[in-house]
DNA sequence: TTCCGATGAGAG
DNA sequence: CATCGCTCTCATCGGAA
């Protein structure tokens, strides 16, 4: 028994709780043979043994080895007669037998609402958890009990075979054995079994008798197999090869060939609004999980159906499953994963291509004239709504308007026909506008599969034509150097004319090719270059093909610059606005615009490209092998903007940690790893409303990010949503106000090119966990490789969480979150932390951990594994009982003082430091934290725009000499203060533009032009000055920004008065005005500060603040009357 | 100059 | 009921050495 590689990935990915109870059922499975844990990495599997785990608290398996039958199977339980148990479909259109009666039960107890009360939200979403729970439970339990059985029957132990373990195995429809048999013998031989489909493709294989044609396409992405496969392998007790049992033989292996694209979606077609179709399609089912197709249907009386229609409510990201559930759903996500998928398949091939052609030594007699090429941009005309009117006899696409949404309402329009644009409706478009504009326009569902479908159709299409490359652009569009097939085999010979016409007919060809393929009509655009060929397409459409030939100015001339790519909504504003015409502003004008004029106007490489453009100039490469490195992939992300409506902050740790099971999911995916991080929030716009018109959308929302470095490249479920709670807090938006969250992991590391590093050193480590081995340096993660380090870094954040986090949040906080501000907290007190050791008194959470680990049994584990385990718990910091003198502990003092350590607490009186965190960051890093150190104990008048935040109560600043990069807490702490008082000041102002304006516009009703104009008249004339500010301002050199910072001390500090210091600059600076005779000036900084407390008075929760405010300004007031009198002046505000 | 982090635009 | 507003890349900007 020993633990493989993804297993410690397991492992750390699990929560402390988890990780002990793990620990504990280990030491009481290690009798069986089973490897606890299948190598598979995805997330269902990580779900499954996570939910064994969890399961185990509270059932009876502690003691299994009395396992009493009924406790998992109660009497009226089918499996007591297991081969004459009725088929029992669920609401996943899965026929389950295991685990039934505990759903049973479960809604006996948990979900039905007893003694009359409502049904909470809360409830129901942990009964959806805890379905999917029992039932991956229950093929658990059940190879336990089944063993147990055989013991006692047979008095002797018999394993079956484990020939199914790494297979992840659906069944599906009517099969022979049924599927109670087939579940029983897949579970007992190892295998996983997978009751739904999710939308990620987790099924290694599918059984099946047989196949709609429908079902067909869907499944075309597995290996769909017949149920002999199983039986015929239990009984030769070997895993037989899948090939000869596949249900699909005819295309399979070639389509898998060709296109390794992975199964993205299951995702059953929407027939929304008019349930035009009454053919093959599944509807879906309330949870995106499968639906019943009809032949099935016949079995649906199952209460859980019921039950679950009756729970219908808002599906939003407090359910634990929002995440499959929404990304089964949303457009945008497949068409983002389409992409990335091809691109990825694209790249693979270029670089399959690249080694062939270096080992076939010459790589001449290509690359003639890179200078004229001909490229084609093709695309399906409106691709979805082609799609999805496909095999619709009521709608004729080209005389009646459609579109593809998924409801009516302010459902998007993902696309429609150009019967419907003729009336003014556009992508992207809310149906109801649409509907306004077009009375007839008929909605459609989403087919995922079916693009899907015709996009793989498409692409291998393309590839067979054997061209210089083929770059896709999208599910439905790609870009193509046809160069070679349009130059022929004679060089120079050719004219111009001639490689055009082969270009036609070429396009024709494919054009033609395809539609019968697909029955969906692409258009062609060709042109010289990439630009060329896009504006070409443009003008091909719809359905049709366009060559942009040789004086290409007059085919210029008149389009409109919103056309050029890279030019949207703003750029075009911009443009309009600046030369005066109406919205449609050509190319043809573009080209008047000098080159520098551009620049300025949006940047030197916008500017540039601009000027290029419009004289239909573009060097855009789209051959992925000439420079493999421009096409990697360099980022992965997870946006979610829709359905974020939390209460707590419970729930959205719960969310991230999704976010982070996801992001895993994806990283190991591509086997990659990244070391950066960032969080971005969406957060309600002041005067947004709390619910925006879409239905669970964001709105109007202001967006903030902040990024982390992890120090060494990783795509732990435990560092990313750890380090993604911690920029939570930073960010420090209100989890009400919440709208959106997405995650981005960047500085991305291939798996097998650093083959120094991560998972490999750290098996090594595994393996021997006394010796520190030597280990070379992570190119891309600031030197960090450490396999001990690495380890401790899930405690690292590269800040801390500030310690006025409330407690009743903290023990919500994972342990090693918690762990640090329960340090942090302690170091705030006066010193006692010396002579402590570190068991009593730092770990206190972890030491109530440690107990509930069966240390007698922990030491009977194999050496190996406690080791692991030991190494895993020191990690979390979570002593090691009964064992005092761990070696790991060596691990850490012995480390290379080259790395940047965190000391926080002596672990022993004689010790001097123990290790928290690594945080590695680059010399920039270090900077800038010192620099923002400085700033945010420095006040208004230093050179700095920030201003000084409210008082910290930070008393103690013990700065630890001795580690450089690390500051300690309190410092951190206040660094972060300052850097959520900055969001804070960020959202206020924005929030505050809009009360201004409100205040102008009351203003401006109220009939007071003399203020007005005074005011202006004012601000005209400091303008227009250009007087150096003075000493003491330095940070500002116009006015308005003067303004702007004395609104934001204002707002900021309406509710505790002006800091003494801050208004002493202020006076300062008054004086060195007048002292200037700047006397404009500093009337209207008096005005500002007048005017604007009494704005501030109406936000204010503290009225002491205002007065101490008020007076102030009163204060500055008379000063200045009193300084003008001295000068003679008399003014009037 | 160069690098970096935050932010935004644009694409399908 | 509604509704499923993703995700990647490149550019810009301001701040820091
Ligand atoms: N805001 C958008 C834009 C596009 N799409 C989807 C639906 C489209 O069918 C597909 C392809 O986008 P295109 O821009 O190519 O638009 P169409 O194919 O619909 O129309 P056409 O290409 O004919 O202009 O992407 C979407 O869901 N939402």
Redesign the pocket.
């Known amino acids: 028994m020993n633990f493989d590689n993804n297993s410690s990935s397991f492992i750390t990915s699990l929560g402390d709780d988890e990780l002990i109870e793990f620990i504990n059922k280990l030491s009481q499975e290690k009798k069986s043979k089973r490897g606890f844990k299948s190598q598979d990495d995805n997330l269902q599997e990580r779900d499954h043994d996570h939910l064994e785990v969890e399961t185990d608290v509270d059932t009876e398996l502690d003691d299994h080895e009395e396992l009493d039958v009924n406790k998992i199977f109660p009497p009226s339980s089918p499996l007591k007669a297991p081969s004459s148990v009725p088929i029992h479909q669920d609401k996943n259109n899965n026929i389950s037998v295991v685990g039934e009666k505990e759903e049973e039960e479960e809604e006996e107890a948990g979900l039905k609402p007893q003694d009359g009360i409502e049904l909470e939200f809360g409830d129901y979403a942990t009964y959806f958890k805890e379905k999917q729970k029992k039932q991956q439970e229950a093929d658990y339990n059940y190879k336990e009990w089944d063993a147990n059985r055989r013991r006692k029957q047979y008095k002797e132990q018999i394993d079956y075979p484990q020939i199914f373990v790494n297979c992840i195995i659906h069944v599906t429809g009517r099969t022979e054995p049924d599927i109670t048999q087939l579940h029983k013998l897949i579970v007992l031989h190892g295998g996983k079994f997978l009751h739904y489909l999710g939308a990620k493709g987790n099924a290694t294989h599918i059984i099946a008798g047989k196949l709609t044609p429908r079902k067909k396409l869907e499944f075309a992405k597995y290996k769909v197999l017949k149920p002999e496969w199983i039986t015929e392998s239990v009984s030769c007790g070997k895993l037989l090869p899948w090939m000869d049992y596949t249900l699909i033989d005819n295309d399979y292996g070639q389509t898998k060939l060709n296109f390794n694209r992975k199964a993205q979606t299951l995702e059953k077609s929407d027939n929304a609004g008019e349930k035009t179709s009454n053919d093959d399609d599944d509807d ?1 089912d309330e949870f995106g999980l499968a639906a019943a197709s009809p032949e099935e249907t016949d079995l649906t009386q199952d209460p859980m159906v019921i039950e679950n229609n009756d729970n ?4 939003d990201a407090k359910n634990p499953d929002f995440l499959q ?3 089964a ?5 497949h ?3 389409w ?2 998928d091809l691109r990825e398949e694209f790249f693979q091939k270029a670089l399959a291509k690249l080694r062939e052609r270096k080992s076939n030594i010459v790589s001449s007699a290509f690359k003639k004239s890179s200078s004229s090429k001909i490229i084609f941009h093709i695309d399906f005309d409106c691709f979805f709504a082609t799609v999805s009117a496909l095999n619709q006899p009521n709608i004729d696409p080209s005389k009646q308007p459609i579109c593809v ?8 329009i ?1 696309s429609c026909n150009y019967v419907a644009r003729k009336s003014g409706v556009k992508n992207g478009m809310w ?1 109801n506008s649409a509907k306004k504009l077009c009375p007839n326009l008929i909605p459609l569902g989403y087919k995922f599969d079916e693009y899907d479908r015709i996009s793989k159709i498409f692409y291998k299409n393309l590839l067979d034509l054997e061209l210089d490359s083929v770059l896709p ?5 790609a870009l193509l150097d046809v160069t070679s097939l349009c130059t022929g085999g004679d060089d120079d010979d050719e004219t111009i004319i001639e490689q055009s016409e082969r270009a036609m007919q070429l396009a024709k060809k494919i054009k033609k090719t395809i539609f019968e393929e697909t029955d969906c009509s692409v258009s062609i655009g060709i042109g010289r270059n990439v630009l060329l060929a896009k504006l070409a397409l443009r003008r091909a459409k719809p359905d049709g093909i366009f060559q942009v030939s040789d004086p290409i100015h007059d085919f210029l001339e008149n389009i409109p610059v919103k056309d ?9 504003q911009k443009l309009a606005k600046e030369f005066g015409e109406n919205s449609d502003f050509s190319i043809g004008s573009l080209k008047q615009i000098e080159k520098q004029k551009l620049i300025n106007m ?6 540039t ?1 601009l000027y290029d453009y419009a004289r239909g100039i573009d060097k855009t490469n789209i051959d992925i092998s000439s420079n493999p490195q ?1 096409f ?12 974020i409506r939390f209460d707590n902050i419970q729930q959205v740790d719960m969310f991230l940690v999704s976010c982070a099971k996801e992001m895993n999911t ?1 990283l190991a995916k591509i086997n990659k790893s990244g070391s ?1 991080i ?1 969080l971005k929030l969406a957060r309600r716009a002041p005067n947004a409303p709390i619910e ?8 109007d929302c202001v ?5 982390a ?1 992890f120090g060494i490249a990783t795509r732990e479920i435990g560092l990313i949503s750890t380090e993604s709670k911690s920029l939570f807090r930073i960010l420090n938006v209100p989890p009400t106000e919440l709208r ?1 969250v ?1 995650i ?1 992991i960047t500085n991305l590391v291939d798996d097998s090119a650093t083959s120094s590093q991560m998972k490999l050193q750290f098996k090594k480590a595994e393996k021997t966990p006394f010796t520190t081995t030597r280990k070379e340096k992570d190119q891309v993660t600031d030197n960090v490789s450490s396999p001990e380090i690495q380890k401790i870094s899930s405690t690292s954040s590269q800040y801390d969480v500030p310690n006025d986090v409330h407690s009743s949040l903290l023990k919500e906080l994972p342990a090693d979150i918690r762990q640090k501000v329960e340090n942090q907290r302690q170091k705030t007190k006066p010193k006692i932390s010396n002579n402590n050791s570190s068991l009593n008194f730092n770990n206190n959470n972890n030491h109530i951990n440690s107990h509930e680990i069966d240390w007698e049994v922990f030491k009977e584990l194999p050496l190996d594994i406690q080791n692991e385990l030991k190494i895993e718990l020191k990690r979390r910091e979570i002593p090691i009982l009964g064992k005092p003198d761990t070696p790991t502990k060596r691990d850490y003092r012995t480390s290379p003082s080259k790395f940047h350590l965190q000391q926080i607490f002596p672990e022993s009186p004689g010790e001097k430091a123990k290790v928290v965190r690594v945080l590695s960051p ?1 010399p ?2 270090k ?2 934290i ?2 923002a150190d400085s ?1 945010a104990s420095g006040s208004i008048g230093n050179n ?2 920030k201003i000084k935040p409210p008082p910290l109560n930070f008393e103690e600043l013990n700065v630890d000499k001795g580690f450089l990069d690390e500051l300690p807490a309190s410092v951190r702490n206040e660094i972060i203060a300052d850097f959520q008082y900055q969001q804070e000041l ?1 959202f206020k102002r924005q929030k505050f533009q809009e009360t201004e304006e409100e205040f102008r516009k009351i203003q401006k009703k109220l009939q007071q032009p003399r203020s007005i104009r005074i005011t202006s008249e004012l601000y005209t004339q400091l303008l227009g000055t250009r007087t150096k500010p003075p000493p003491r301002f330095q940070f500002t050199s116009s006015f308005t920004k003067i303004k702007e910072l004395i609104i934001t001390w204002i707002r900021s500090t309406i509710n505790v008065g002006p800091h003494e210091d801050d208004f002493n600059k202020l006076m300062e600076f008054i004086v060195e005005l007048i002292s200037t005779k700047n006397f404009t000036k500093s009337i209207n900084i008096l005005k500002i500060i007048l005017v604007n407390v009494q704005i501030e008075k109406k936000n204010c929760d503290n009225y002491k603040g205002f007065q101490e405010w008020e007076s102030r300004a009163q204060m500055l007031k008379e000063f200045i009357t009193t300084e003008f009198e001295k000068h003679n002046i008399i003014y009037e505000l």
Not at 312 to 315: A, K, L, S, V
Not at 692 to 699: E, F, I
């Open positions: 879906d219908q409510q808002q599906i559930i929404f990304f759903k949303s457009r945008l996500h068409l983002s994963t992409k990335s949404t998924h409801g009516g309402g302010n459902a998007d993902a149906f652009v999208s599910v439905d569009e050029l790519p890279g030019v949207g909504y703003n750029i075009a949006f940047g030197i490489k916008t500017g490209r421009d990697q992939r360099k980022s992965v992300s997870i946006d979610i903007n829709w359905g994806r950066q960032m925006p018109t879409k239905y669970l959308g964001m709105g967006f903030c990010s902040k990024s470095r959106g997405s981005q680059s920039r890093k900077r800038k010192i620099a700033a700095t725009t960020k």
